[in-house]
């Protein structure tokens, strides 16, 4: 509501912003009441909110394929049989995790534009960060185990 | 659609960006489904097949960013690929690798 939100593009011009107010505003005075008063954000927020989604849904396909890649096209590791499923399925998981969060937190940013609210954290980056993390372990501790057998 | 013209309808180009984003993403399914080809020919023809129809998505849903009509499309997408993470742990379980 002031001008320290953290929105995306703050510095935008606003000329844009009541481009699509015509149901939305009447919904908001209706609510305003009760609720906090929402109107239908800038057109490039909403855009530059749906690439961000986009850009995670890529990462969790990206995800999912090199899980698959691991599991299904690696030479098997010699002596540790359940070696490429140790490395691989964390990531489809991951993937799919990915894939789920990323709509939640669309959703919860959407929200927090439409009420000029400051924008919600996203968990993702530690989620992932994490996660691969732990497979790049698992993953020298696999080669390690097959190296000594 | 003159240059100008375009810039005025779509201040920042977003509008632009975000087709060719979500073209990036059908991309990105395409792969997916190659990888899936190796060991399951169904599923993988399946994933691909996602390709164009996340691609025609993105065409429709450039010129309509608000949030009412876009959460659908979305959402869309976010189950797709959970499904397709799904399919892809159980190719991964039955299917034996070489």
Known sequence: ?149 | MTEPDRGERDPGLAAARTRLAWRRTAIAFAAVGGIMLKTSVFAGAVVLAMCPLIWALGNLAAPHPDSARAAPRLRLVSITITVVAAVALIVSFTARGR
Request: avoid cysteine; proline fraction near 8%.
């Open chain 1, 1 to 149: 509501m002031t001008a320290d939100d953290p929105r995306p593009g703050g510095d935008a011009p606003r000329r844009h912003e009541p481009a699509e107010t015509g149901d939305a505003a009447e919904t908001g005075d209706a609510a305003e009441t009760a609720e906090t008063a929402e109107t239908e954000p800038d057109a490039r927020f909403t855009l530059a909110n749906q690439r961000t989604f986009l850009a995670w849904s890529r990462t969790a396909l990206a995800l999912v394929a090199a899980g698959l890649g691991i599991v299904q096209l690696l030479p098997p590791f010699p002596g540790v049989r359940w070696g490429r499923h140790v490395i691989g399925v964390p990531l489809i998981v991951l993937g799919a995790v990915t894939a789920a969060e990323a709509y939640r937190e669309w959703t919860s940013t959407q929200r927090a534009l439409r009420r000029r609210e400051p924008l919600p954290r996203s968990a993702l980056p530690l989620v992932l960060a994490a996660t691969i993390a732990v497979v790049a372990a698992i993953a020298a501790a696999v080669a390690l185990l097959s190296a000594t057998r």
